[in-house]
């Protein structure tokens, strides 16, 4: 055999050891994507949430993801494909494709962390319907999905001003900050606003206006700034959110009043 052919066999074979150490390495993540969607198919709902992990299911319920799966159809997933996987320590990535039974196919990204009990879901993103640039990876909110978040973040949190607790709004942020801020912590912070009582309610009934167009940060915030058009004082907000689990969750609240000078 030729020096040059040997040299080639030699790489072809290096780079089969490589993906069959790679297929090897992320089994275990492919094993748990797939037997979520199994479960999700099955109807199983139950069981498809123990494939999710202690933060997921944290910032989501089971309600919420049994509504994430049948709104957009992956609790009808017939096969899977994945065309990356990556692992770094404990933590791990697929992309791939999701055939569904009505005959489409739905490109999605799964975040994975690895604990004691093996893989486990940390985050699920699918592509979203229309015109799109890049990736899946934290494709930013339409306009429209943006004043939703706001009203909805808004409500709950003046509701919690107007019962003078963060109890029930501590319910709704993210993990991640819920973790780092307890219901006596937030209280703490917006306490001031107690006395205002049911005055911001208001904001519920009015639309947001943005100042600045949102952006997603290189570590995955997303900032919505904007006002509500109040009078004489102006609301001002400014929202932090991040992706958890199967959606945005806010991790940052700010709202401040600013006297709005006469015409």
Known sequence: MP?????????????????????????????????????ARSGNIEQAYRYTSADFQAGTSREE?????????LDKVTDTSWSSRAINGRTGKLEGSLAIATGG???????LTKGDD??????LRKAAAGLQSGDIDLQLPSEQQQVAMVR??????????????????????AAIWA?????????????SLYATRSA??????LTPAFDKPAAISDQGMLVLT??????PERANFTLKYIFEGIGWKLVGLSVETETVAAE
């Open 226 to 231: 904007g006002h509500y058009p109040t009078t």
């Open 105 to 111: 196919v739905v490109p999605v990204e799964i975040d």
């Open 200 to 205: 911001f309610q208001v904001l519920q009934r």
């Open 179 to 191: 973790g780092q801020a307890s219901v006596a912590d937030l209280d703490r912070a917006y306490g």
């Open 3 to 39: 020096k040059w052919a040997k040299i080639i066999l030699g790489i072809i074979v290096v780079i089969a050891a490589i993906l069959v150490a790679v297929f090897s390495f992320t089994a275990g993540m492919t094993k748990t994507a797939d037997e979520f969607f199994a479960a």
């Open 118 to 123: 093996g893989w486990k879901i940390q985050t």
């Open 65 to 73: 993801l049994a509504a994430f799966l049948k709104a957009n159809a």
């Open 152 to 173: 909805q973040s808004i409500a709950q949190f003046t509701d919690a001003v107007a019962a003078g607790s963060m109890a029930e709004f501590h319910k709704h942020i």
